[in-house]
């Protein structure tokens, strides 16, 4: 006789495989790269349930059904302000090496807009320069600053920029300030939201982390872009979250983060506002509406030093697009090629190409932290290194901190920067944002900033490298396998 603890059994088993076969349906449907679908397949087989939770809340990416609304709204409407600004030939150049004219037009093609005209751009490599440099410019605000951070960390230096920004709100300076939530999480839970609130700060807290929203949106989505903007006319961008390096991750043990940021005047601020300004109305709702006067203060400005791209990445933008940019840019070497990152999990299509560039003669370098914070992608990184050595590539740890910088020099003219890790994550999941810098002359800053890294890194030895245990090999092949997801 056929019990009901017998039914009930049978119910729930053919309900797992009924899951089972559905996710795996999912997974191969979907557009993915072989390894990526492999290791899905992996994770939901070898895991039983648990594999199948994870993939509904991190194999899809889900931003929403309110943010989907809103991105759909906006769309058109930043569209039109680009129609707009392609009417104004002054701030856009045409002009490009012969390194960087395919990227160009890839980004032309790609996002609408053509490079743009920088007037000043300054690299800063040290944090207290970047700081007061960045409070200078706040004190001297006066229409609007907007800001976006991964990460807020109070104490420190960083107080003294959280003032002037308080300062600047209470004189009247429209100030909008928003956060990841999951990288900003000690911000949130300080003194300082609240604070900053009453002096007229418009505090936001970016991709809500909450157990509410686990099933209807990505929870790893994260807004990584670092970003300042002020007067429509400066703007920042690089690696540098606003932490002060003295206090911040000091349990880590990996040593002060190395950070790296740019300081911009120029039509170049436009693209970074008009990202901004989709972001803000897709997190918030509120409409940043720009007017002539604001948006195109120097139009009828001549002069120039850098042409520049902005490339943003995450949901709602051209999919894709800095992957895209990168393998054009290594393609286009010629004599060198020098990469740094904290996190080196690359596609299969980018070690290819560094592979490839290094094999047919072009001196490639790639510089990573000999101490990572996240043991997943450190072992993940190491799996890379014997074919990337066998290829010619010389890897240089860098022993003086976690090294942080994100940045590519192809052939010492074209420069690529900003805030993208050579990871899956950066890639093809959070918002992102990368310049593409064509000049000699900020190519020769960031040579020397990359030239100072190198000598305080320890070059990897192929011999050496080859004698290290089979075990630590065993453990560098398990983590490849899960580097799609990493």
Known sequence: MITFYTIINGLLVLSYWLSIAYITLRILIKRRTVPSAMAWLLVIYILPLVGILIYLLLGELKIGKLRYERNKAVYPYLTKWIDHIKGDQHIFSKENSYVASSLFQLCEKRQGISGLRCHQIQLLNNTNDIIKSLIRDINLAQRNIEMVFYIWQTGGIIDKVAEALMAAARRGVVCRLMLDSAGSVHFFSSQYPALMRDAGVKVVEALNVSLVRLFLRRMDLRQHRKMVLIDNYISYTGSMNMVDPLFFKKKANVGQWIDIMTRMEGPVTIAMGLIYYRDWEVETGERIKPTIKNILPFQYSSSYIQTIQVIASGPGFPEGVIHQALLIAIYAAREQLV?????????????????TAAQRGVKVHILIPRKNDSMLVGWAS????????????????FYGGLLHTKSMLVDGQLSL??????????????????LVIDAKNFACDLARVQEDYIANSKLIDVQLWLKRPYWQRIIERLFYFFSPLL
């Open 417 to 434: 920067f900003g805030t993208v890790n050579l990871d899956m994550r950066s890639l093809w999941l959070n918002f992102e944002i990368t």
């Open 339 to 355: 990469i740094t990152t904290p996190y080196l999990v690359p596609s299969d299509d980018l070690l290819h190409a560094i592979c």
């Open 382 to 397: 190491r799996s890379y290194f014997s074919e990337l050595l066998e290829a010619g590539v010389l890897i240089h740890q």
